[in-house]
């Protein structure tokens, strides 16, 4: 089995598809595709897999570099601009460089498992069901039924906070489908372990979104005007390297296996306060930390991304 981030990234299509094959066989996973794919132009094969009718993608291991080093960044006229009205109105000490150090983890080099990580996070307190279930056909045909696009195809995911989640085929057919409860820390990490999967740590979160870049987001430096929330298009939509749709709403900020780590956002909350448009896109920086972002088990939404140990 192919365990090395190097290695990996070494394959041809062809090598690329029989160790895809062989992990399948491994995790007991069905293999859906092995594709080229480019993100913010770097290159690399994504090899997605389907278990237990969720989509996974491999996320190599081995020794790779996490974190961030704030004196290496160097921001564009526009960040700082942007930090520095940000800085004067809410009284934040030190430079750009200093502040962004401040919340993203230190740089560092670990070791890491080879991993099949969820495509797209999910909302916690899930309980599968059947497809047929009634609850779930009827928020299907509602949806089905609303004004859209003729040629329009179903959506491949669609989630009702606190009340469902489906997976959809181009023809509308529900593939899997869950009801959502209350859900609790323990409760998502015992769920979890039950069906052989795990929550991602903090370096594991953060490999799997970066990829190996080294830059403060995993498509560079630099961020467009606004926020991430409002903007429909730019780099923090789509597929990443690896082919995950990771950190792309400040809002689904992420659990991680250490309970007060959360990854991908901070709950929206530097957005929802207007506090400027580079502090706004910080928070779905890589390596990006919330100091003060606690947690606890009274959650009403919880999102996390499952992963299925390899090794």
């Not at 998502?188 to 740590?201: H, I, M, S, W, Y």
């Not at 923090?236 to 689904?252: A, E, M, R």
């Not at 780590?261 to 929802?272: A, F, L, N």
Request: hydrophobic residues 40%.
């Amino acid at each position: 089995m192919i365990a090395d981030a190097a290695q990996w990234f070494r394959l041809d299509a062809e090598a690329a598809a029989k160790a895809a094959e062989s992990i399948a066989v491994s995790a007991g996973a069905e293999l859906v595709e092995v594709r080229d794919h480019e993100y913010a132009g770097r290159h690399g094969l994504v090899a997605v897999f389907v278990m237990g009718g969720e989509q996974f993608a491999f996320v190599p291991g081995g020794q790779v570099t996490v974190g961030f080093d704030g004196d290496r960044f160097e921001p564009t006229a526009q960040q700082q601009a942007s930090f520095a009205d940000s800085a004067h109105q809410y009284g934040i000490e030190g430079d750009i460089r200093q502040f962004t150090d401040s919340v993203t983890s230190s740089l560092r080099t670990v070791t890491l498992p080879p991993l099949l990580v969820a495509v797209n996070a999910v909302e916690a307190g899930a309980h599968a069901v059947p497809p047929d279930h009634p609850e779930i056909m009827r928020r299907v045909d509602r949806l089905r039924h609303r004004p859209r696009p003729a040629a329009e195809p179903a959506p491949s995911q669609v989630e009702w906070s606190n009340a469902a989640r489906v997976v959809l085929r181009p023809d509308w057919s529900v593939q899997a489908a869950w009801l959502l409860g209350s859900p609790s820390y323990d409760g998502e990490v015992a769920r979890l372990a039950g069906l052989g999967q795990r929550l991602l740590t903090p370096d594991e979160w953060e490999y799997a979104c970066g990829a190996g870049a080294t830059t403060l987001f995993r498509w560079g430096d630099n961020c467009p005007d606004g926020d991430p929330w409002s903007a429909t298009t730019g780099p923090h939509h789509g597929p990443n390297l690896f082919g995950l749709h990771i950190g792309q709403d400040p809002y689904c900020e992420e659990r991680t296996a250490v309970r007060d780590v959360v990854c991908g956002g901070d709950g929206g909350t530097v957005v929802c306060g207007g506090a400027g448009s580079f502090l706004s896109w910080l928070t779905i920086a890589t390596a990006y930390r919330d100091p003060g972002y606690a947690t606890d088990d009274s959650f009403s939404t919880m999102r996390l991304r499952p992963a299925i140990p390899l090794i």
